[in-house]
T-cell receptor, first 116, second 113 residues
């Protein structure tokens, strides 16, 4: 099983350009999340989804949009990239339910984005 | 509020014990987690503890939870150079859109040979 796959792994953008990061999971997980990781700030939640067709805002949603048209895919879009969005982006997924096993996140390997 | 805090760096000698501490603010957390991130990789679950437990032991790992003080710690016995990584404390809480996991800033563990 591939688990959680993120594409692309690396991308360099100019200020104002747009792009989409794709996250795909093959574990039939209900929940999917997008985080960004910055030095000294850990992982901050951008947006998340509790099921196909649903999305919710996390801690730092501004400047990003997401879509969950299919259960296995969660897309993160930057409409007009800014240097402050230079970061490493991680996608994660998990099963639904209250059990601890269900709350454990499976992470992708990350996507490094640089905005010049 | 939702906040998880942990110190940013810890340095230990190989063979010593490492203790990484974390404090959290949301008393409704039912599960607390420790994740490990190795260079260039995503996070992987190390261990977790249910909020009605005080301690959990898993081989070289011991997790202590003080729910009154909202304090979580991870002890790694006989620390090895392969344990060098970033360790994240995390809590699972219910948000308006469903359950979400909130992470601390991560503690970078350096193990000196």
């Amino acid at each position: 099983n591939a688990g959680v796959t993120q594409t692309p792994k690396f991308r360099v953008l100019k200020t104002g350009q747009s792009m989409t990061l794709l996250c795909a999971q093959d574990m039939n997980h209900e929940y999917m999340y997008w985080y960004r990781q910055d030095p000294g700030m850990g992982l901050r939640l951008i947006h998340y989804s509790v099921g196909e067709g649903t999305t919710a805002k996390g801690e730092v949603p501004d400047g990003y949009n997401v879509s969950r048209l299919k259960k296995q895919n969660f897309l993160l879009g930057l409409e007009s990239a800014a240097p402050s969005q230079t970061s490493v982006y991680f996608c994660a997924s998990r099963l639904s339910g209250r059990a601890a096993g269900a709350n454990v996140l499976t992470f992708g390997a990350g996507s490094r984005l640089t905005v010049l | 509020g939702e906040d998880v805090e942990q110190s940013l760096f810890l340095s230990v000698r190989e063979g010593d014990s490492s203790v990484i501490n974390c404090t959290y603010t949301d008393s409704s957390s039912t599960y607390l987690y420790w994740y490990k991130q190795e260079p260039g990789a995503g996070l992987q679950l190390l261990t977790y503890i249910f909020s009605n437990m005080d301690m959990k032991q898993d081989q070289r790992l011991t997790v202590l939870l003080n729910k009154k003080d909202k304090h979580l710690s991870l002890r790694i016995a006989d620390t090895q150079t392969g344990d060098s990584a970033i360790y994240f404390c995390a809590e699972s809480i219910r948000g308006t859109g469903g359950f979400k996991t909130i992470f601390g800033a991560g503690t970078r563990l350096f193990v000196k040979a």
